[in-house]
């Protein structure tokens, strides 16, 4: 029904940059909140930062004055600027949409990317 496509990961070394992108496609009234999250090998997913319709965003702390989260509304896409990486910031990313679907009345559904991997090397 909808689907979200990330791309941009990579392999980079510390203190370099990467732009992931998300798009989402599909039975699409609007979109609400989106956002970035991300996984490391043996860790739980965090958030890393969101943005809702109106342009508002959050940050993790650890990102805070490094990544920035923006949206591009006629196009359903997310993306995340990622400055001065770390080898810390290593992990998977994946986008987060909240979607606001019409059939015969309105719903909200979460839907999740396929992920991207990030690797930053020390």
């Known amino acids: 029904q909808v689907q979200l496509v990330e791309s941009g990961g990579g392999l980079v070394q510390a203190g370099g940059s990467l732009r992931l992108s998300c798009a989402a496609s599909?039975?699409?009234?609007?979109?609400?909140?989106m956002g970035w999250y991300r996984q490391a090998p043996g860790k739980e997913r965090e958030l890393v930062a969101t943005?809702?319709?109106?342009?508002?965003?959050n940050y993790a702390d650890s990102v805070k004055g490094r990544f920035t989260i923006s949206r591009e509304n006629p196009k359903n896409t997310v993306y995340l600027q990622m400055n001065s990486l770390k080898p810390d910031d290593t992990a998977i990313y994946y986008c987060?949409?909240?979607?606001?679907?019409?059939?015969?009345?309105?719903?909200?559904?979460?839907?999740w990317g396929q992920g991207t991997q990030v690797t930053v090397s020390s």
């Open positions: 987060n949409a909240e979607i606001l679907h019409y059939s015969s009345t309105f719903y909200n559904s979460a839907y």
């Open positions: 599909g039975s699409i009234f609007s979109i609400s909140a």
């Open positions: 943005i809702t319709g109106g342009g508002s965003t």
